[in-house]
């Protein structure tokens, strides 16, 4: 079975997404290959390339802020592989989002690098894990879209042995042999340390992040610049010993800049492009870039609804791609073996310079690179005696060699990559102009990449005719040609001739398409919330369409405009500081586009007086060691055992709630309960907490799975647990959760949801002193479209019995006790302790409507699960081809808060189906 995921210009701002689901009977496929050649570098399906990938690439499906497909955008540029965000062990959820993501890699000539993680190690005597291994390869290595294997990730560091590994290793080649596998290290230990689990993998690579505020520091190594990682790629390669190919995975963004714990700092386009051409000539075969998704770094509230870093791509990392992508130039050159030409430099040493030569004929390369320090004349030497007149490629001018040797200058973080011929070769394309559509007053561009002994000269035509530059026309005899103002006249075909010492070749032509003024798409819209006095309140709208974009906010219908306490009045973002009981209203946004103009429904403000009385994100850098280490007057304690209420590294999340801040704390089994003091106490009316929870382990067997307390808003006696959260193990994989006054004579009430290990839920908790006898309730996973609202919803579950008294509510109990009370590993996160709904819900940003599972049920009809935490409703339509009418088949049923599903009962006997998701 196949689904695709193709989204038609001129359908494109109708959708969020679309899937054409084949099925097993109705298509024939074409197995992906890929090996590794004697040269170590990729062959995928008999092509040789220089792999660039992205890993993890933004959510499936996505599109880029002008409504373009992801994917496309990459291989436009490029880029051939791609990992999908994975961060839990294989489940169902992840097989379905891997099967999406394997389709729409296919749909686009790219390829997935698939992370098996703990699948890929184990030991001798275990018989599971590599049952489950073996089912996981066998069920996606003869999808067209499947790419390489990544094992588990930096083993060496991690702590798992070469056997365990080596294990893994040899299962994955027992079932596919068309696939290799990647060993990723970390920029840590030594040759002798990393060159052993060369047994489990046929590549090798390595992650290096040099670029943070202060410098990381990646001992040994003790260089901590951006250069530092050609000293890794050096190591790496020395790991490798030439007989492994290998890759290095370098930076968008990671923990080290992720605030607020971290000064949040990307690379420069330069530092990228010295890196990326570092790599290259210390031998690296592959680039990978990581850390676009990192949720906290997307200080754009377009990329942050789309998922992915897009500014930093379009400023920095694309023209870098474009330049060393499989469409590019020194596309042959980087698969070439290296050269034995004797060619060295002088005027300094390596590693201040560091170069690689290249022969593809009749071509030489030299790709060379200049580390920090002083500006430095340098002159190659051992050329050739036909290399005469060469180009300096990416920087329109050329050098002159005489006598074997030229000399150039190179300031600091420099790249100069060096071409001459031997003989004049006629001109080529390499990537031709592509197709496509765009409003009218837009600016449409092409671009074409062709290659030959230059000087190439260039000429656009429209409809076979020569252009020149003038109106709306420029560029007419460069590579890009530029169309500003567009008008339905401008409709046309569009083709280049070029032309290179007497010989000429023209490109395939490209198509634009001029649409009337369709309206910008919305993909996450502001939101009702209820703030404080004194406060601050922020609406957010993301919109997609090609640039640009025009925002006007407006307040109960009247136009806002900066000043005051108001800023960002004619942008995505609109801010109000130091806010007051006048501040509340109706607050809307007018998006315009090409004349075309679309709101956002209005989105209410609520003033209150101030009811949030403690925020604790667990902020704290003592990772492994007892939260109550840090302002220990903030702590208190009750039981025996040991203090290990523990920091632990990174942060639980939850979709529509903030960006969370900082760590998260675990405990579990034998040890203190621990409390953290608000600071100030509630004995009358209503008091409310939520807090991220996770089960790590149940330690089902140990644990006896009965009703038992995890955590509870607790009285200043320490000991009496006013609204206790409850939890009873139902299998060592799930559990359910429940509420339970405290007191004598209590009874739980659980909700009877299953959750497993791993799976983060939202607890949000409400004693409420007005009701006699007192009563508790639990909303677990509330809808996020009621976060910051004056009142909470209607959907939760309960408790009453038991006997009040008098008491003070001023903590909250993560509690711990021993290991057969309760689980044995839980994790917390994100706290908030106030009087209101509104103080414990604050409203984040909403994730664009995203597809997490399309599978073929037994009945061979489809089924497709996606979330959408906007107020949007949706429409699905369906067509057996592309360019026949589309259908309404229905809508969606919601299975939980914001997570729809949808069951095709119709496609039994189509051999290809195609659907589309509809916003009215």
């Not at 073996?134 to 094992?151: A, C, E, Q, S, T």
């Not at 040890?671 to 209503?686: A, D, H, M, P, Q």
């Amino acid at each position: 079975m196949n689904h695709k995921s193709p989204i038609s210009t001129k359908a494109r701002w109708l959708m969020v997404f679309a899937i054409c689901a084949r099925s097993a009977v109705g298509m024939a496929q074409i197995n992906s290959v890929v090996t590794v050649d004697t040269n170590l570098a990729l062959v995928i399906n008999g092509r040789t390339v220089f792999p660039i990938g992205l890993s993890p690439g933004p959510p499936n499906n996505a599109l880029t802020p002008a409504g373009k497909d992801a994917l496309q955008e990459f291989r436009d540029s490029g880029a051939l592989l791609f990992r999908i965000a994975q961060s839990t062990d294989w489940s169902s959820t992840v097989i379905s989002n891997q099967q999406v993501a394997l389709d729409w890699a296919a749909q686009h000539g790219m390829f997935c690098w698939v992370n098996l993680r703990e699948l890929s190690q184990f030991s001798s005597g275990d018989t599971n894990t590599p049952a489950a291994l073996r089912y996981i390869v066998d069920l996606f290595k003869d999808h067209p879209g499947m790419g390489l294997w990544k094992n588990l990730d930096e083993a060496w560091l991690a702590g798992v042995s070469v056997a365990n590994l080596s294990n893994g290793f040899y299962v994955i080649k027992q079932e596919d042999a068309n696939h290799p596998v990647v060993q990723t290290h970390a920029p840590r230990g030594t040759v002798s340390d990393l060159q052993p689990y060369n047994v489990a993998a046929d590549i090798l690579a390595l992650d290096i992040y040099p670029v943070a505020i202060p410098p990381p520091s990646n001992p040994p190594i003790t260089n901590t610049g951006v250069s530092q990682l050609g000293d890794w790629t050096q190591v790496l390669s020395q790991v490798a010993n030439g007989q492994k190919e290998f890759w290095m995975i370098e930076q968008i963004a990671f923990s080290g800049t992720t605030p607020p714990g971290k000064t949040l700092t990307f690379p420069t386009y330069t530092q990228s492009r010295f890196m990326a051409y570092e790599a290259i000539a210390n031998g690296a075969r592959g680039l990978m870039f990581f850390g676009g998704n990192v949720a906290a770094t997307l200080t754009n509230a377009t990329d942050a609804a789309l998922g992915w870093n897009w500014s930093f791509w379009n400023s920095t990392l694309k023209p870098v791609v474009e330049q060393l992508g499989d469409h590019s130039l020194l596309a042959k050159a980087l698969v070439a073996p290296a050269s034995s030409l004797p060619i060295t430099l002088s005027g300094t040493s390596f590693p201040d310079i560091e170069f690689c030569v290249r022969e593809v004929p009749p071509c030489l390369y030299i790709i060379a690179t200049k580390r920090e320090g002083a500006t430095t004349n340098v002159t190659f030497s051992g050329l050739p005696s036909w290399a005469a007149n060469g180009e300096v490629l990416y920087e329109s001018r050329t050098i002159t060699a005489a006598g074997g040797q030229f000399t150039d200058s190179f300031a600091p973080l420099d790249v100069h990559v060096y071409r001459f011929a031997e003989s004049n070769f006629a001109p080529s394309i390499l990537f031709p102009p592509q197709n496509q559509t765009n409003n009218v007053t837009s600016t449409a561009t092409f671009s074409v990449t062709a290659d030959g002994a230059g000087p190439l000269l260039y000429q656009w035509r429209k409809n076979g005719l020569n252009l020149a530059d003038s109106g709306n026309v420029s560029g007419a005899t460069t590579p890009r040609l530029t169309l500003s103002n567009v008008s339905p006249s401008d409709a046309a075909s569009y083709d280049v001739v070029v032309n290179g010492f007497g010989s000429v070749t023209s490109s395939p032509p490209a198509t634009l398409t001029i649409i009337s003024n369709q309206a910008p798409v919305i993909i996450s819209q502001p939101r009702s919330q209820t703030n404080t006095v004194g406060a601050s309140a922020s609406f957010t709208v993301a919109a997609v369409g090609p640039s640009p974009l025009s925002y006007q906010w407006r307040k109960n219908g009247s136009p806002l405009s900066d000043g005051g306490n108001i800023s960002g009045a004619t942008s995505p973002n609109l801010m109000l500081s130091n806010l007051q009981f006048s501040d509340a209203g109706g607050y809307d946004v007018v998006i315009t586009m090409f004349g075309s103009v679309t709101s956002a429904p209005i989105a209410a403000l609520n003033i209150v007086a101030s009811s949030l009385l403690l925020y604790e994100p667990f902020n704290y850098d003592n990772i492994g060691s007892p939260v109550s280490f840090n302002n220990p007057a903030n702590w208190t304690f009750n039981g025996s055992g040991a203090n290990d209420l523990n920091v632990a590294p990174g942060s639980l999340t939850f979709a529509g709630l903030p960006t969370s801040i900082g760590n998260s704390v675990t405990n579990g089994g034998n040890g203190l309960g621990t409390r953290r003091l608000v600071g100030t106490g509630v004995n009358s009316g209503t008091i409310y907490f939520s807090a991220l929870f996770r089960v790590n382990n149940i330690g089902y067997g140990v644990w006896s799975g009965s009703s038992s307390q995890v955590g509870a808003l607790t009285a200043s006696d320490n000991t009496s647990f006013r609204l206790q959260v409850m939890a009873k193990a139902t299998s060592s994989a799930c559990y359910t959760v429940g509420v339970q006054k405290g007191g004598t004579g209590v009874s739980a009430t659980f909700d009877n949801i299953l959750h497993t290990t791993e799976e983060t839920i939202l607890l949000v908790g409400k004693y409420d002193f007005n009701t006699s006898p007192n009563s508790v309730y639990l909303w677990i996973n509330p809808d996020v479209s009621t976060f910051g609202a004056g009142s909470p919803p209607a959907d939760f579950i309960s408790a009453n019995t038991g006997i009040d008294s008098s008491f003070l509510i001023d903590r909250f109990n993560m509690r711990q006790n021993t290991a057969s009370t309760v689980p044995a590993a839980m994790q917390w996160d994100e706290l908030r302790i106030g009087t209101s709904w509104a103080a414990v819900t604050p409203p984040g940003s909403i994730p664009a409507p995203n597809i997490t599972s399309f599978v073929q049920l037994p009945d061979l009809t489809f089924q497709l699960t996606y979330t959408n935490y906007t107020s949007n409703t949706f429409t699905l339509y369906a067509s057996t081809n592309l360019s026949a009418s589309w259908s309404a088949i229905g809508a969606a049923t919601q299975i939980s808060p914001g997570v729809y599903q949808f069951t095709d009962t119709t496609a039994t006997n189509y051999s290809s189906r195609f659907y589309q998701l509809r916003s009215p």
